[in-house]
């Protein structure tokens, strides 16, 4: 398990050169002190949220949905993430156990990752979970800032966040890994950009996390143009 955690962290860092991550939207591919936060209730975004704007960077964004793992599992991102390309995948994520989607924007450093697993989870242990792989973690990464782990709930799901900021041979990367129950098995999220621009990036996680959502049975076998 050690070894599967680590690969869905930052990636081999790209310095000084593009990984020209971005390719057209598809299928995915075959910190300071401690904290412990209470259960925090966010508002579930809606479809005005993919019409809205933000600025990140000085660059005004607007969101698209995408659909994960077989378009089972739905969020927003940003307009301008695409998927990683297999050859640029392999780079970054050099281990067999590498994640099985993965967003990016062009650069590839900023990227959004999701990996179903085979472990079995109840709603109600992912708390417990997410401390200990907190703790896994802060034995075998170089941490430098544990931010801690926190419970969301939003109207359609209940997530484990686990934040913090590890030491790369180039510079500092901020972590922020989603735990979510998948009819009973996890499914582990993770977001990373470089530590000095986590303020830019916020206002995407946040809408990342409210967006996410599990598709219906409706929804999933809806066809185009049948009503």
């Known amino acids: 398990m050690d070894e599967y955690i680590v690969s869905q962290l930052y ?55 995408v659909q994960l793992l077989s378009e089972r599992l739905e969020c927003l991102l940003p307009d301008h993430f695409g998927q990683m390309s297999i050859e640029k995948v392999r780079i970054k994520y050099p281990s067999e156990h590498r994640p099985q989607v993965i967003y990016a924007e062009p650069e590839g450093i900023v990227d959004f990752t999701w990996s ?27 941490i430098l800032s544990w931010q801690g782990v926190e419970m969301i709930k939003t109207d359609h799901l209940t997530i484990a966040v686990i934040r913090f900021v590890v030491s790369i041979i180039d ?40 967006s996410l959502r599990f598709l219906t049975i409706e929804e999933n076998t809806y066809e185009p143009g049948l009503s």
């Open 11 to 65: 990636g081999r860092r790209a310095a000084k050169q593009s990984l020209d991550a971005a390719e057209p939207a598809g299928q995915g591919l075959p910190v300071s002190s401690e904290k412990e936060a209470g259960m925090q209730s966010i508002t579930t975004a809606s479809a005005a949220d993919a019409e809205l704007r933000i600025n990140i960077k000085g660059r005004p964004t607007r969101f698209r949905a």
């Open 171 to 210: 510079g500092e990367m901020y972590n922020e890994m989603l735990l979510v129950n998948d009819q009973g098995k996890l499914i582990i999220g993770t977001f990373h950009c470089e530590a000095a621009e986590i303020e830019h990036w916020k206002p995407v996680t946040e809408i990342l996390i409210r």
């Open 116 to 142: 179903p697993t085979d472990m079995e989870i109840q709603e109600e242990e992912l708390g417990t979970t997410a401390r200990q792989l907190g703790e896994m973690i802060r034995r075998i990464q170089p």
